[in-house]
């Protein structure tokens, strides 16, 4: 196990799933870690369990986001990392997505990490600091994964991607300043994702709890699904390991290198069938 003493780290949706194993594989190996998630009651409870410091802000306010990054930058000292984790999900094609569901899916999927990252980069180099960023993508951030094909993510696919873009983005900027991105890949990680994302869909008005939002799985081999979930801690203990070894893309799941390498075959098809320019 690595040796975190000493270090500090900010997670975002830090009351759940990922975020939630990520603080403890972080506790469990020294680090002080600052907890926020927009559930409060369930954020406070989670950060109790761990004795770690939280406050509640929801990632799609910038001006929240500012204040957020302020406050754990107070409380713990200087942050060594940002985990810019918190994510929803709302099933369905784009082609009949709401407005209202676009909007919630960017502001936090994308919008979300974009907050974090600036107002963590302006701390660190306010104070001539490196660190480390790890932002939370998918496996939809390298492809449309083959087995769900079926089952319409788009805002989804779309938030995922940007999340791997703006990493790819700011890892050339700030790899001369001392500060690394990464980009966690998951594949399946057992997780309350689609609840809590109802939930927060119905606090802003975008849903109601007589009108969730879930995907058909009827299509899906859900026998081979079910053998893919991975517990959010074995998902945070990977994405530790890859920070240590210094990947910008740490998968969790051997499957999602099939699914990127089909996308590169179809990038090599379209030079093959076009010839040399
Ligand atoms: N579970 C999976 O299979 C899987 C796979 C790939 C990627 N991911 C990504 O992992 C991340 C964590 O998801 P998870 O699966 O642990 O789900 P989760 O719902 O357990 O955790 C997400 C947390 O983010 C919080 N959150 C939602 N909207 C927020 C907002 N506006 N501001 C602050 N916090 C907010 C939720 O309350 C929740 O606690 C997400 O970015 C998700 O897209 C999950």
């Known amino acids: 196990m690595d040796d975190w003493r000493g270090r500090t780290a900010l997670v975002t949706g830090a009351a759940d799933g990922i975020g939630f194993a990520l603080c403890e594989a972080l506790v469990a190996r020294g680090a002080r870690v600052f907890m926020s998630d927009v559930a409060a009651e369930r954020l406070k409870e989670r950060a109790a369990s761990l004795g770690a410091a939280c406050a509640p802000c929801d990632v799609s306010d910038a001006a929240a986001v500012d204040e957020l990054v302020s406050r754990a930058w107070s409380e713990l000292g200087p942050l060594d990392l940002l985990c810019a984790n918190a994510g929803v999900i709302v099933p369905g094609s784009i082609l009949d997505a709401k407005q209202a569901d676009i909007d919630l899916v960017l502001g936090v999927n994308v919008w979300g990490v974009v907050h974090a990252c600036r107002a963590f980069v302006r701390r660190m180099r306010e104070t001539g600091r490196g660190?480390?960023?790890?932002?939370?993508?998918?496996?939809?951030?390298?492809?449309?994964?083959?087995?769900?094909?079926?089952?319409?993510?788009?805002?989804?696919?779309?938030?995922?991607?940007?999340?791997?873009?703006?990493?790819?983005?700011?890892?050339?900027?700030?790899?001369?300043?001392?500060?690394?991105?990464?980009?966690?890949?998951?594949?399946?990680?057992?997780?309350?994702?689609?609840?809590?994302?109802?939930?927060?869909?119905?606090?802003?008005?975008?849903?109601?709890?007589?009108?969730?939002?879930?995907?058909?799985?009827?299509?899906?081999?859900?026998?081979?699904?079910?053998?893919?979930?991975?517990?959010?801690?074995?998902?945070?203990?990977?994405?530790?390991?890859?920070?240590?070894?210094?990947?910008?893309?740490?998968?969790?799941?051997?499957?999602?290198?099939?699914?990127?390498?089909?996308?590169?075959?179809?990038?090599r098809a379209g030079f093959e069938l076009l010839g040399p320019s």
């Not at 300043?177 to 809590?196: K, M």
């Not at 009827?218 to 998902?235: C, F, G, I, N, W």
């Open 131 to 267: 660190g480390e960023m790890l932002l939370t993508g998918s496996e939809h951030s390298l492809s449309n994964p083959a087995y769900l094909r079926s089952v319409p993510m788009h805002l989804y696919n779309l938030s995922k991607h940007a999340v791997l873009s703006i990493g790819d983005s700011l890892r050339a900027e700030l790899e001369p300043e001392g500060i690394r991105v990464s980009v966690l890949c998951p594949g399946p990680v057992v997780s309350g994702l689609l609840e809590n994302s109802n939930a927060y869909r119905a606090s802003r008005g975008g849903g109601t709890k007589r009108d969730p939002s879930s995907p058909d799985l009827s299509d899906v081999d859900t026998e081979r699904l079910a053998k893919l979930y991975m517990p959010a801690s074995r998902a945070a203990e990977i994405a530790l390991a890859g920070l240590r070894a210094g990947a910008f893309v740490i998968p969790t799941h051997a499957f999602e290198l099939e699914d990127a390498e089909a996308r590169f075959r179809d990038v």
